[in-house]
């Protein structure tokens, strides 16, 4: 292999270096910034403010009542603020009904408490089946419900994004927050999965 | 249980596949913040991308994604003339040509890829 020269990176690198270097020339980007936003997606947002965000309404009747009237102003009283002026909106599972949560135009997403969406809620199959047969999609993530229980799907939008508030599963009685953070997963906030199931070795003695 | 064929393994997977994602994805952040488009004018151009990529036969599994992204952050400075087609293809070829010129393991600068 030669070593006169450097081997250049894909096509896709390429555009965005062209891309970033114009627009940092022109000012229009600051370097700095830039970084900070990287890194706060890359490793300070992510399901663990959803499951934050849960386990509290679990547990403290007041919040979720302003969770349930204003989910946006009641996660920014937790630190979890929207940067793109999105509003958030709750919808809790109950027995008589599941929530589940799609954007089938892109993949508007609720990023101040899951993070980035994973690859498969901004994949067609999903954008489009979570529509048309929601109850298949849940089989396939391993969710049987109750055949007389509704599904109520949520298409998200630039303005509007949802966050499910799973049931809080039985034999929790007593839990603590940051014990029962441990049960909801991301998967769970979407709902395409119940919060998972209480059971000695989840409980732990953190 | 076979699940569904895109399911990540666990729910920390990585955020980003790789780095250009990352900053294709920072990128349109940045301007938005600048106040240089709206949020919903960006998700309008990103689905015209997403269902134009579908319409050429992508399909569009989710793994393409940040391909989308970036098609439309270059479509979005187009539409706000922030850049333009001719001034971005004349820097990624600098860009070519500056990995070229540049022997291996030396930081690639871009000015190495000016032809003056």
Same mark, same amino acid.
């Given at each position: 292999?030669?070593?006169?020269?450097?081997?250049?990176?894909?096509?896709?690198?390429?555009?965005?270096?062209? #891309?970033?270097?114009?627009?940092?020339?022109?000012?229009?980007?600051?370097?700095?910034?830039?970084?900070?936003?990287?890194?706060?997606?890359?490793?300070?947002?992510?399901?663990?403010?959803?499951? @934050?965000?849960?386990?509290?309404?679990?547990?403290?009747?007041?919040?979720? *009542?302003?969770?349930?009237?204003?989910?946006?102003?009641?996660?920014?009283?937790?630190?979890?603020?929207?940067?793109?002026? $999105?509003? #958030?909106?709750?919808?809790?599972?109950?027995?008589?009904?599941?929530?589940?949560?799609?954007?089938?135009?892109?993949?508007? =997403?609720?990023?101040?408490?899951?993070?980035?969406? +994973?690859?498969? =809620?901004?994949?067609? +199959? =999903?954008?489009?089946?979570?529509?048309?047969?929601?109850?298949?999609?849940?089989?396939?993530?391993?969710?049987?419900?109750?055949?007389?229980?509704?599904?109520?799907?949520?298409? %998200?939008?630039?303005?509007?994004?949802?966050?499910?508030?799973?049931?809080?599963?039985?034999?929790?009685?007593?839990? %603590?927050?940051?014990?029962?953070?441990?049960?909801?997963?991301?998967?769970?906030?979407?709902?395409?999965? /119940?919060?998972?199931?209480?059971?000695? %070795?989840?409980?732990?003695?953190? | 249980?076979?699940?569904?064929?895109?399911?990540?393994?666990?729910?920390?997977?990585?955020?980003?596949?790789? +780095?250009? $994602?990352? *900053?294709?994805?920072?990128?349109?952040?940045?301007? @938005?913040?600048?106040? /240089?488009?709206?949020?919903?004018?960006?998700?309008?151009? /990103?689905?015209?991308?997403?269902?134009?990529?579908?319409?050429?036969?992508?399909?569009?599994?989710?793994?393409? =994604?940040?391909?989308?992204?970036?098609?439309?952050?270059?479509?979005?400075?187009?539409?706000?003339?922030?850049?333009?087609?001719?001034? /971005?293809?004349?820097?990624?070829?600098?860009?070519?040509?500056?990995?070229?010129?540049?022997?291996?393991?030396?930081?690639?600068?871009?000015?190495?890829?000016?032809?003056?």
């Amino acid at each position: 292999m030669s070593h006169d020269h450097t081997e250049p990176p894909s096509d896709l690198e390429l555009r965005v270096k062209a #891309l970033e270097s114009l627009l940092v020339e022109k000012g229009l980007v600051n370097p700095d910034a830039l970084n900070i936003i990287i890194d706060t997606y890359e490793h300070k947002v992510g399901p663990r403010n959803g499951a @934050h965000v849960v386990a509290k309404a679990w547990t403290d009747q007041d919040f979720k *009542q302003v969770l349930m009237q204003d989910a946006t102003e009641a996660v920014a009283g937790l630190g979890y603020c929207g940067r793109q002026g $999105e509003h #958030l909106q709750v919808v809790e599972n109950t027995a008589d009904t599941h929530n589940l949560v799609v954007c089938t135009l892109c993949s508007c =997403y609720p990023w101040t408490v899951l993070g980035l969406p +994973p690859a498969w =809620y901004k994949s067609a +199959p =999903y954008r489009s089946r979570a529509v048309s047969d929601p109850r298949a999609v849940l089989r396939e993530f391993g969710t049987e419900l109750d055949p007389g229980k509704k599904i109520r799907v949520w298409d %998200s939008t630039s303005e509007m994004r949802y966050l499910v508030l799973p049931q809080r599963p039985e034999g929790t009685e007593g839990w %603590s927050e940051g014990q029962l953070q441990q049960l909801v997963s991301r998967n769970s906030m979407i709902g395409v999965e /119940l919060a998972r199931a209480a059971d000695a %070795s989840a409980r732990g003695e953190s | 249980m076979e699940t569904f064929p895109f399911q990540p393994l666990d729910d920390e997977g990585p955020v980003f596949n790789e +780095p250009w $994602e990352a *900053q294709a994805f920072g990128l349109v952040l940045a301007l @938005h913040e600048k106040g /240089l488009f709206s949020w919903q004018e960006w998700a309008a151009v /990103l689905g015209e991308e997403i269902a134009a990529a579908q319409a050429e036969g992508d399909p569009d599994l989710g793994n393409t =994604y940040y391909h989308h992204w970036l098609s439309a952050l270059e479509k979005i400075t187009r539409l706000k003339n922030l850049s333009n087609e001719t001034e /971005l293809r004349s820097r990624k070829e600098q860009w070519h040509a500056a990995y070229v010129n540049t022997p291996h393991g030396k930081p690639i600068q871009l000015s190495a890829g000016r032809s003056d």
